[in-house]
């Protein structure tokens, strides 16, 4: 038996209570009592349409499972049928909507978005650092580059792979960021110029083909440790180390490009897990919360040591001009609610039953995502101020309807 307390008609499983009251309110403005008597004012008026929502579709599949066993399929009859019993609708007018506030990783740029367990804090922390990561590495460590020819993996650096793996990325830089001119595999220096920036080769000095690539560098525009380039909002930054092994023996001393990549990142509540009770919630909402706190961690064992893994800070550079530029670290973080169907004996409403776990998915998330909006100094995730919650599995309008009354 779960030990629950009373909260506003609300049976609540200690641990969750407990999580809520201790961890998860403090610092959001919002106390205990107003929180649950909200949360039961919510529950116990949508709870019943929901429930409600989820009878009308084991109508529709129930009728849908009739007509399979008495027809045989055509595509005309079929569709006639699912406009018949309501399963299709009348295609409504068009409409616009304007959202504010919306941060440019959702607005404007272009770019892969990762899907994670919310439960695995390891996981969910590589994720949201997944925003920018080595191109050397990632062509090293896997099939991109060929083991023919002698370029082959193993526990010590192989400099035949290394030479394809470099190869390969000038190759990236000549198209994502081309040179007027020549090629970046005949860079022997990079430096900044007049906000500009200026490649060395055996033939002479050449600019970018497009100079509103240059974003920004590292160091001293003379001699920089870095030159980050710009390509459709995406950033390559070329990284330039005399000291690196692999620099020591680049023409250009490049050591590394670093490449801006998952610029979203969806921590799941839904498919990838399985939270059963209210442990397994408080598991995953804890780290939802350190995540929006900036203060999760993940520690584990590598190599015979122990690596603590936490949020990638800011990167912070020299703009082309000469003013500062900071990009974001992390991912822009999104929280996928648990659909309409499931509920959960977290919570158990005023007649003893399990409350749909969708509700108490967007009470507990959105009140958690307002750490985010705190100016306390730690990693920030929305730079406007916004919550981003992916809502799925819904079966039609009314279902899309119940959810935006949620959400309002």
């Known amino acids: 038996m779960v030990e629950c307390v009373e909260r506003y008609g609300l049976q609540v499983a200690t641990e969750l209570q407990r999580f809520i009251e201790e961890e998860a309110l403090p610092g959001t403005g919002i106390d205990a009592a107003r929180f649950w008597e909200r949360a039961s004012a919510v529950i116990h008026d949508l709870a019943p349409r929901n429930a409600g929502l989820l009878a009308r579709r084991d109508e529709l599949q129930a009728a849908i499972d009739t007509w399979h066993r008495e027809h045989d399929f055509e595509p ?3 569709r006639a049928f699912l406009e018949q019993i309501g399963y299709l609708v009348p295609e409504g007018d068009a409409f616009s909507v304007t959202t504010a506030n919306v941060d440019p990783e959702i607005a404007a740029i272009a770019g892969p978005q990762l899907v994670v367990p919310i439960a695995n804090a390891r996981y969910a922390l590589n994720a949201a650092n997944a925003r920018f990561g080595s191109l050397y590495d990632a062509l090293y460590g896997t099939d991109a580059i060929p083991v023919s020819g ?3 993996r193993g526990e010590h650096y192989n ?12 190759q990236v830089l000549d198209e994502a960021a081309p040179l007027d001119g020549v090629s970046h595999r005949n860079a022997q220096a990079y430096r900044v110029e007049d906000a500009q920036l200026v490649v060395v080769t055996s033939a002479g000095e050449f600019g970018l083909a497009d100079p509103s690539q240059f974003r920004g560098y590292r160091g001293d525009p003379a001699n920089p440790a870095s030159i ?3 390509r459709h909002g995406l950033h390559i930054e070329i990284v330039i180390d005399p000291d690196h092994p692999i620099g020591r023996v680049d023409a250009a001393h490049v050591a590394d490009l670093v490449i801006e990549a998952a610029v979203t990142t969806i921590m799941d509540l839904e498919d990838s897990i399985a939270a059963v009770d209210a442990e397994d919630k408080v598991l995953a909402y804890r780290n939802w919360l350190g995540l929006m706190q900036g203060t999760l961690e993940a520690k584990f064992a590598k190599g015979g040591r122990t690596v603590t893994r936490k949020l990638a800070s800011d990167r912070h550079y020299t703009s082309a001009d000469g003013g500062e530029l900071t990009l974001k670290g992390r991912s822009l973080m999104l929280i996928r609610n ?3 169907l499931m509920t959960t004996p977290a919570v158990l409403d005023c007649d003893g039953r399990e409350v749909p776990e969708g509700i108490l998915d967007a009470l507990v998330t959105t009140m958690i995502g307002m750490h985010d909006f705190m100016p306390d100094g730690r990693h920030a995730n929305s730079v406007t101020g ?5 809502q799925q599995k819904m079966h039609g309008p009314d279902e899309v309807a119940f959810a935006d009354e949620l959400f309002g």
């Open 76 to 78: 005309a009859p079929y």
């Open 150 to 152: 002698g370029a082959t």
């Open 159 to 170: 400099p035949l792979r290394g030479d394809k793996v470099i190869a390969f990325a000038r």
């Open 228 to 230: 980050l380039l710009d």
């Open 338 to 340: 648990v659909g309409h």
């Open 386 to 390: 916004s919550n981003y919650i992916v």
